[in-house]
């Protein structure tokens, strides 16, 4: 069993293949928290609880006679507030007699195969129990009687762990959760380099590392969606970790609203990360025999650096997060309107696109924006899902018939969550939207948020689909999400409740996405917010794919693709050819490769020279599907800290296969040019396919590969394909 509680001691030790994590239940059943990093067989840890000498502004605890210890200066595993620890808290509760002070120590604990979902939210899952064991500690405040159950699940083979929250109150009285993270981690130094991933629409996910400074640092959202501004990544790695050595703890949330993670260095160097839901903009109010549940955290661990850490996420998510049909099943290749036409389109352009498209091989056509109402730009109709037939120039199934009939899928395009002011729906129902009494509403891009948390609201948007989608042939979707929330009130909870807006909105959203999962379960859903917005782990669990940037520039999309690596599989990142400025169509495409790939551009324009690159670009698409999307992903050259190349390759799981790719940013000042290779088996021999040449795995790892005479021009890139012998 990877988890093995050791009685005597009194110590939890959660070992995956390559990790552990060590807990004990000290004196006055303090959860303390003794070790997480490369696998250890001990169990004999009980030293690591004392961490330093501390003065009297560090309180102790009156009953433990051991002058060692203070709650403020110890290694704790799920801290409450006002008790001693000056940290910041993992949770603090509002209690029936108006103080916070909230103290959750051991009190009982379950071990045992297999893996709890969480009631309403997205999570890590598995196809059997044999997969992952789960730990279970209760925790209780023994004056309130709140209760904390902290949930661990160890993934053995893939070196992960999950853990999540749930507050239950087996009380009389009601009380405020007024913050609960999902996670809490204390280490013991603060030497560490903090990576997170930061941008703004059109440039999403850079990646930022910085090293820790005492006190508190972090990053968060509170725009209502993970957000393209920053992701619920981070990861704590030693101060001389690289892509390929060194420490790395990841750390994602499963979660598409307000996040936080926090880190605190304290005055005695340790360092705490704790992640969950933002609590500048959260609130619950917790009735008796009620509980609340927070979101999940994944935890990664990697003694191998920086890559080796986000190749276990990219398991871990292609395997325990994507569902459905089209998880392990090759997606069809598509063509979106958007960029070629925006709303200005008729059904006889969309069948012209998919014409073209079927004779360049692409295999499905994606309608876009302003299909229905009177929707012709972004000033109206979200939430007249109706049909415009007049603008597509008859019925919608007409229109699908045709699509299909020259041998394409069809998918269309939505924004469920959405509502224009200039709509029959906002006439209708002024109330729908979330806004709070006497307050201007703000407005983003025309449009107002529907209020998620109501139950009518959902059930009439997802019926209003449904009559679209059940008589319809749609073989995809495309969920989009085009602003931030603004105004965050519900017109039907009472005032004490409107604090949790946020976090209901959002239970809306993945109730309605899950409905839709399960009415179309043969739908391939694609999720978008103005690109990439919202491209987090919660997503993923509905649409194995998310539109990763509306910036399609190559040269950008390398950032982009590099930042979302990190931790998101390429078999998730939505990314295609367009007709935008930079670079030819070769690097465009073995940009997009990275990716889902399609075209979202006008394919009547292609010259035949074009269209012959295209063909051939679709063929290798096919070509190289597997290696790409079930292999794994080695990152050789970052754009983060090159300015002249970036490379990256896929390798199979079984070492057979890899395909090389490096893209020029800029004309490099150093034209000798040697790309060392990662991942290969050093004792296999690889086939360059282009030229013939044969070379070992070991040589192409340790010289590299000699590319001293490639043509590097701004904007040129090439691809490298080896095959073992
Ligand atoms: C967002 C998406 C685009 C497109 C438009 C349509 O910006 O990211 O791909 O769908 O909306 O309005």
Redesign the pocket.
Known sequence: MPILFDSEKRIFKLDTSTSSYVIQIFEQEYLAHLYYGAKIPDTNLSAFIFRSPFASFSPNNINIDDWRFSPDVCPLEYQGEGCGDFRISAVAIKNADGNNVTDMRYKSHKIYSGKPSIQGMPSLYLEDDSEASTLEILTEDSVTGIQAVLYYTVFEKLGAMTRSTKIVNPTDKTVDIEKVYSCSVDFVTHDYDLLTLYGKWGKERNLERRALAHGRQGVSSKRGSSSHFQNPFAALVDSDTTEDFGNAYGFNLIYSSNFAVDVEVDGYGGTRLLMGINPETFGWKLESGCSFSAPEAVMVYSANGIGDMSRTFHKLYAKHLVRGKWKNIKRPLLINN?EATGMDFDGDTIVSFAAKAKELGIEMLVM??GWFGYRND?RSSLGDWQVNEEKLGGTLANLIERINALGLKFGI?YEPEMISRDSNLYRAHPDWCLHVPNREKSIGRHQYVLDYSRQDVRDYIFNEMYKVLSVNKVDYL?W?F?RNLTEVGSAILPADRQKEVFHRYVLGTYEVMDRLTKAFPDMLIEN?S??GGRFDPAMLYYSPQI?TS?NTDPIERLMIQFGTSMCYPASTMGAHVSACRRTGYETKGNVALWGTFGYELNPNKYTEEDAELVRAQVAEYHKYYDVIHFGELYRLISPFDNAYRAAWMFVAEDKSEALVTSVVMREPYDKAFCLKLKGLDPEKYYRDEETGEIYSGALLMNAGLCLTWTDEHDGKSFKKYFKAI
């Open positions: 958007w876009d924006d972004d395009w495309k989009d085009n978008c103005g690109g539109w509306d």
